[in-house]
C-alpha cells in the first residue's frame, strides 16, 4: 500500500493543487493537520480519490464547519488531535505536534509515527518505529514537500514540489 503523508496546507491552495498532482494513485492519504479554513479540506477531499485520514492542527479554527465538510466530500475521516490506524498490515499513529509524536515513536507501538507543525521535513528511525514529518504543503520556508509511505517495505520518502 502506499499512502501520500501531507501537512500545514495553511490554505495555500495553489500549492495544493500541485501537490495533489503527484499524490494521484495514492492508496490512501493521512494528512497531519493545518488546513487552516474548510474550503481547503474540500479541495484536498475533492482532489483525492480515496480515504482521507485527518487530525486536527493547532490552526484548524472553525472545526464546525471542517466536519460539516468532511461529512459531505464522503472520504474523509476526522480523527481528532491522534489518529491510530492499521493500513496495509502496519500500525500507524498521526497526530500535529512533534514532541508528541516523539513520544509515540519511543513507545514502540507503532510501524511509523507522522506529525507537522514545524513545516520541516524530517524522517528518522526511532528503535524500529519510522518518525516523519512530511514538510509543508504551504511553502512558507521555500519548499512545499510531501511524503510517501508505503507499507510493504516500510519505507518513506519526502518530495519536494516545485
Not at 475533492?46 to 464547519?65: A, E, I, R, T
Not at 514545524?118 to 520556508?141: C, I
Amino acid at each position: 500500500m502506499r499512502i501520500a503523508i501531507l501537512s500545514d496546507i495553511h490554505d495555500n491552495i495553489w500549492k495544493l493543487e500541485r501537490v495533489l498532482t503527484h499524490v494521484q494513485g495514492a492508496d490512501a492519504l493521512i494528512f497531519c493537520g493545518d488546513f487552516c479554513a474548510p474550503f481547503t479540506l474540500t479541495q484536498l477531499a475533492q482532489g483525492f480519490v480515496g480515504p482521507v485520514h485527518v487530525v486536527w492542527g493547532n490552526n484548524d479554527g472553525d472545526k464546525w464547519l471542517l466536519t460539516r465538510n468532511a461529512a459531505a466530500a464522503g472520504n474523509v475521516v476526522l480523527y481528532g488531535e491522534l489518529a491510530e490506524l492499521e493500513l496495509g498490515g502496519r500500525k500507524i499513529a498521526a497526530n500535529h505536534y512533534p514532541h508528541i509524536a516523539r513520544h509515540l515513536a519511543e513507545s514502540g507501538h507503532y510501524d511509523a509515527v507522522f506529525y507537522g507543525h514545524d513545516h520541516t521535513a524530517h524522517q528518522e528511525q526511532v528503535g524500529q518505529t519510522l518518525l516523519l514529518n512530511p514538510g509543508e504543503v504551504m511553502g512558507r520556508f521555500g519548499k512545499s514537500t510531501f511524503a510517501w509511505y508505503d507499507t510493504e517495505t516500510g519505507q518513506a520518502e519526502i518530495v519536494e514540489v516545485t
